[in-house]
């Protein structure tokens, strides 16, 4: 069983939302990202041993906030 997730982040209105299957299921109003001197790290945490017990599969990054419309043509 295949799911298709996005994570979007609005760094000048701090919003934070979820999709699932291009819904959204999710969001904080006033959300904050911090700073790290970490690498990104995809299906584990990047610090300990916690890693993703599955398979990703087409991971996009784009340099802007997506729109609800283009999440669900994504």
């Known amino acids: 069983l ?5 994570g ?3 760094s000048g209105g701090s ?7 291009g819904n959204l299921v ?3 109003g006033s959300a904050s990202l911090g700073t790290t001197n970490y690498d990104l790290a995809i299906a584990g945490d990047g ?4 890693l993703l017990n599955g398979s990703i599969d087409e991971i996009l990054i784009f340099n802007r ?6 999440i669900r043509f994504l």
Do not use: I
Not at 15 to 21: G, P, R, V
Not at 65 to 70: A, I, K, M, Q, Y
């Open 26 to 28: 999710d969001s904080l």
């Open 15 to 21: 919003q934070l939302k979820a999709y699932l299957n």
């Open 65 to 70: 906030t997506l729109s609800d419309l283009e």
């Open 47 to 50: 610090v300990s041993t916690y």
């Open 2 to 6: 295949w799911n298709f997730l996005v």
């Open 8 to 10: 979007t982040f609005d």
